[in-house]
């Protein structure tokens, strides 16, 4: 978890991911964001996620991207 | 005689009264509605800005229908729209209202306080159209002046100085290019269009032409599924999209996750894509599969309205060649010229520049940038003309096709976003004054803008981040950042942007 807060730190520094609910509904990454967070995880975990799997509700929180990233083979 | 874009929306009214004109998420307005409510808030705007025509006014609103009542509106009042993106960093927006010095900006609740302690005028959509009572005779009288040469709409695009350029076009030039759309692919009232581009793209305003003059159902798909393709398709599925006009990048986006093949495949008749190259292996997923569509390669910088050149996808494109731009729309006239300003021959690169009525009438407020990109023609010597230099190379074929090359100068196109590499710099080296040598190349292949920088220490991509999000909107902002102790000079002792570009684009 530790792991995907620092890639979304990483990605918009000004923001504090972890007093939110809901990073789409709160506005703090945008489409932007979203495909190169995609990059980073496919890259670091080695993995290819399904288009399909690409909804807002994977990535609204870091356990949602968490279990994405396991869906998807991940060690996480 | 068309001059203007209010009185054929009004006969496209008069026939489709009933019918749904535009769709966002759960609501929706008839012709008649849109209408109403454009014309009280068009009564509204004027009882504030009083007899002022041809003089802009902002819209700072998201994608929804109330932005298309504003935009109307600010047409029925006879002065061009100027759409702002609710996205942009505070400075950017206030450079570009600072130099265009709209009469006032109209936005909503929940974005005026963007506007907190500054004199400008603001006004907001939901008390113009409330407020306000159509009255007919006014309107009348004030279009009935309107020629087909004032302005319609502006339009923002970078400038290599940091402050953006604003595009002027009128009336007259965006029929140009409907009379050519409609003659060549046929659109009525049975289209129905899956708007996905900002509406701070010239493809937005094309969109509402069509809605305005072919009686076309506009479905504004929000700006935030361009990161989920999947739901993107579902929505086109659900509101019977058949015509799209994007950019490649979210087609191409579509294509690596074989979503064509996962969801059921929109009942799209035609497909629109400009603003980048469409890589050919991307493009024949979609050309291979969706065989009852017909797919069109768009080019065209803003400043001749839309696009300039077309190439109708009719036979199946050799995978290892890029897709040709084509050959020039109806009513324009394409000059290939050499550093001699003489016309190229087959197969000789040269400079593409705009002849016709498609062009716009320049750069508002700015005459120095106005002068240097529309110019005489150099083949003319017997009366004024002016044509437009794009900056772009190309070469035309033995068939009469024209193949893009790339740029003369530092501008790329991301995302859709036009965009000048030289803006970036500037505003790093002398505004944010964050390093003191600095060149920003873009990788084409991996679509990411990569910085060098000159240091003797590194600045970390999140203090980069943190420092360029409150001058730039987040299209602009590099993805990479590399530190050299000295950035390659040329023989001139200038940065090499050339060796940057070369070394970006071979790594991979």
């Not at chain 1, 979304?8 to 932007?32: K, Q, T």
């Not at chain 2, 959509?125 to 006014?138: F, H, M, Q, R, V």
């Not at chain 2, 004054?433 to 000159?454: D, F, G, H, P």
Request: aromatic share 10%; charged share 25%.
């Amino acid at each position: 978890m530790e792991e995907i807060i620092a890639m979304l730190n990483e990605i918009r520094p000004e923001h504090d991911f972890a007093s939110s609910e809901d990073y789409i509904e709160d506005g703090l990454i945008d489409s932007f964001d979203i495909i190169t967070l995609i990059n980073m995880l496919e890259e670091k975990y080695n993995i290819s996620i399904d288009g399909i799997d690409i909804i807002p509700e994977n990535f609204n929180t870091a356990e949602n991207i968490a279990e994405l990233v396991r869906k998807s083979g991940g060690n996480i | 005689m068309n001059i203007n874009f209010l009185d054929i929306f009004e006969n496209t009214v008069k026939k489709k009264i009933n019918d749904t004109a535009v769709v966002h998420r759960e609501s929706s307005v008839t012709f008649s509605e849109l209408m109403l409510s454009a014309k009280n808030a068009a009564c509204s705007l004027i009882g504030i800005i009083g007899n002022s025509v041809n003089v802009p006014v902002a819209v700072f609103l998201p994608k929804q229908i109330s932005t298309i009542i504003a935009d109307l509106a600010i047409m029925y009042s006879c002065n061009p729209f100027m759409n702002l993106d609710v996205k942009t960093p505070k400075d950017r927006i206030f450079n570009t209202m600072e130099l265009i010095k709209p009469l006032a900006v109209i936005t909503d609740e929940k974005n005026k306080a963007f506007f907190d302690g500054t004199s400008y005028n603001v006004i907001l959509i939901d008390e113009l159209i409330n407020s306000g009572k159509a009255d007919e005779e006014l309107l009348l009288e004030r279009r009935s002046r309107l020629i087909d040469t004032d302005p319609m709409c502006l339009i923002n695009t970078s400038g290599s100085t940091g402050t953006p350029k604003s595009v002027a076009l009128n009336h007259r030039s965006f029929f140009d290019f409907m009379y050519w759309s409609v003659e060549r692919f046929g659109f009525d009232d049975s289209f129905v269009v899956g708007s996905l581009s900002p509406v701070v793209f010239d493809i937005y305003d094309f969109e509402l032409c069509l809605m305005m003059m072919c009686g076309a159902k506009l479905v504004l798909l929000d700006a935030s599924l361009a990161s989920f393709p999947a739901k993107l398709l579902e929505g086109l599925n659900k509101n019977s999209v058949n015509f799209i006009f994007w950019v490649p990048s979210i087609m191409v986006n579509i294509a690596n996750m074989d979503l064509l093949n996962k969801i059921d495949i929109p009942p799209l008749k035609l497909v629109w894509f400009a603003g980048e190259v469409f890589p050919t292996k991307q493009f024949l997923y979609w050309y291979d599969i969706m065989k009852n569509t017909m797919f069109v390669n768009m080019y065209g910088p803003i400043e001749i309205t839309l696009d300039c050149t077309y190439y109708a996808v009719e036979k199946r494109p050799d995978e290892n060649k890029p897709l040709p731009i084509g050959i020039p729309c109806r009513n324009t006239d394409i000059l290939i010229l050499n550093d001699d300003d003489k016309l190229c021959t087959a197969g000789e690169e040269g400079e593409l520049c705009v002849r016709g009525t498609s062009l716009a009438m320049g750069y508002y407020n700015n005459p120095e940038k106005t002068s240097a990109a529309f110019v005489q023609n150099p083949l003319n010597t017997a009366y004024p003309e002016t044509i437009y230099r794009t900056g772009d190379i190309v070469f035309c074929d033995e068939f009469g096709l024209i193949h893009f090359c790339g740029r003369k100068d530092s501008l790329i196109k991301h995302m859709g976003y036009r965009i000048e590499l030289g803006e970036i710099e500037h505003v790093l080296i002398n505004k944010l004054m964050l390093v003191k040598y600095c060149c920003a190349v873009y990788n084409y292949s991996k679509k990411k803008i990569v910085l060098y920088y000159e240091k003797d220490s590194d600045i970390s991509a999140a203090d980069f981040r943190n420092a360029i999000k409150t001058e730039f909107p987040a299209y602009m902002m590099p993805s990479e950042y590399i530190r050299m102790e000295l950035l390659p000079r040329n023989a001139n002792g200038k940065i090499d942007r050339l060796l940057l570009k070369k070394k970006t684009n071979e790594e991979d």
